[in-house]
């Protein structure tokens, strides 16, 4: 589970999950402790990366009711916890293990139709709902807005276009899966600046 407000570790995180075969799922900022705990234990998370001590907070008061096996704080954070990282911890474990090879072969045994994200719905109308989308989804999403606003010969060149030189502001939460395609997948796959 990602539990965050939009930031740059938000996507480092979401692509490196991605990257390894994890499926994410993601948590509003505005959630409650009783609505964390069902966005995490109703897809059963076995982790969970929160943005601040704040939000770490609302985790900790249902832990007991979640099976995570692991808490990543993007922020600073102290603990004598052994189950708790900071994003800086989890780097410096990564840095000392990392191997290129075994990091292709996680890339290379990802499959367009492997789960790649339960999105929630933001529960306005009811208990969220849960949309379980493939890497097939989002890359099939992406390729067509690419499509539709790419620099192409037969658009007027005064149009605005997609490219390496766009530079996108993320307004809405990355836990929506408006924002988590059109402001986190569509930029970054054109190269985009978020």
Not at 108 to 132: C, F, H, M, N
Request: net charge negative.
């Amino acid at each position: 589970g990602i539990f965050s407000s939009p930031r740059m570790e938000w996507a480092q995180c979401d692509f490196a999950a991605l990257a390894a075969g994890a499926i994410v799922t993601t948590v509003y900022t505005e959630s409650s402790p009783r609505q964390v705990q069902y966005l995490l234990s109703d897809p059963g998370a076995d982790g969970v990366v929160v943005e601040n001590a704040e939000l770490l907070d609302r985790v900790l008061e249902v832990e007991d009711r979640l099976d995570l096996s692991f808490i990543i704080v993007m922020d600073e954070y102290d603990t004598d916890r052994e189950d708790i990282y900071t994003l800086a911890q989890l780097h410096e474990l990564g840095a000392r293990v990392y191997d290129d090879a075994t990091y292709q072969s996680w890339l290379e045994e990802r499959s367009p139709e492997d789960l790649a994200s339960l999105i929630y719905t933001s529960g306005t109308t009811g208990q969220p709902k849960g949309v379980k989308l493939t890497h097939r989804n989002f890359r099939s999403n992406v390729n067509q807005v690419y499509r539709r606003l790419a620099p192409r010969p037969d658009k007027d060149p005064d149009l605005a276009t997609l490219s390496p030189e766009t530079t996108s502001m993320a307004f809405l939460p990355l836990a929506h899966v408006f924002e988590r395609l059109a402001g986190h997948f569509v930029m970054f796959g054109v190269g985009a600046t978020v």
